[in-house]
């Protein structure tokens, strides 16, 4: 059984759309995390949510919108695409620790190539 | 802000040799440090995660060290196999994940 899984596995779209990615774990976990890796394969964190509550907002343009319905999901929803939107975006989750977020293991989806043309 | 570097950024080897990734970091105020896999198209794999009270942790062949005062961390993979080729990621841990750019490893049979 998969424990994180994304949908879709690629996303080809026009300039100017709107698109959603889709992440479920299965893990019981009860923190997840979207993260975009760059053409230069850079990996950087936008969101976090831990009990379908927002904690980490890092900079990212407002036309992308989290949405967690439950713990075990995490969608990622992006208006008015732009070209340099194309990457590749990771869901993870993650038990909080027990002395604070993040503190344990994070485990990665296949990830979700988005190409913007 | 936390930066993260890893040296070197690209490593060929002879299978058999012993393979050493470092990882560098700015700010010591951190929770733990991961290392982790990348296969090209595929997701990251958790290979190893240090608390910040430990020195070091082992996995079979592999084993990382760390050193908070200092800033970093080193990841040995004992006796290389052609299976080893990937880029791995060091990540450190201060209420978020940082990553570096991976040191790309690969492995002639």
């Known amino acids: 059984d998969t424990a994180v899984s994304q949908t879709p596995k690629y996303l080809v779209t026009q300039m100017g759309n709107d698109k959603s990615i889709k992440c479920e774990q299965n893990l019981g976990h009860d923190t997840m995390y979207w993260y975009k890796q760059d053409s230069k394969k850079f990996l950087k964190i936008m969101f976090s949510?831990?009990?379908?509550?927002?904690?980490i907002n890092e900079t990212v343009p407002n036309r992308f919108s989290p949405k967690s319905p439950d713990k075990a999901h995490l969608n990622l929803h992006i208006n008015s695409l732009e070209l340099g939107d194309s990457a590749v975006y990771f869901c993870?989750?993650?038990?909080?620790?027990?002395?604070?977020?993040?503190?344990?293991?994070?485990?990665f989806g296949p990830g979700t190539r988005l190409l913007v043309l | 802000k936390q930066e993260v570097t890893q040296i070197p950024a690209a490593l060929s080897v002879p299978e058999g040799e012993n393979l050493v990734l470092n990882c560098s970091f700015t700010d010591s105020a951190i929770y733990n440090l991961q290392w982790f896999r990348q296969d090209p198209g595929k997701g990251l794999t958790s290979l190893l995660l240090?608390?910040?009270?430990?020195r070091e942790q082992t996995s079979g062949r592999l084993n990382a060290s760390l050193d908070k005062s200092s800033g970093r961390s080193t990841l040995y993979i004992a006796a290389s196999q052609p299976g080893d080729s990937a880029t791995y990621l060091c990540?450190?841990?201060?209420?978020?994940?940082?990553f570096g750019a991976g040191t790309t490893v690969t492995v002639r049979a």
């Open positions: 240090i608390q910040s009270s430990q």
């Open positions: 990540a450190v841990n201060d209420y978020k994940l940082s």
């Open positions: 949510y831990n009990n379908k509550e927002l904690i």
């Open positions: 993870a989750s993650s038990q909080a620790g027990t002395s604070g977020l993040g503190q344990e293991t994070q485990y």
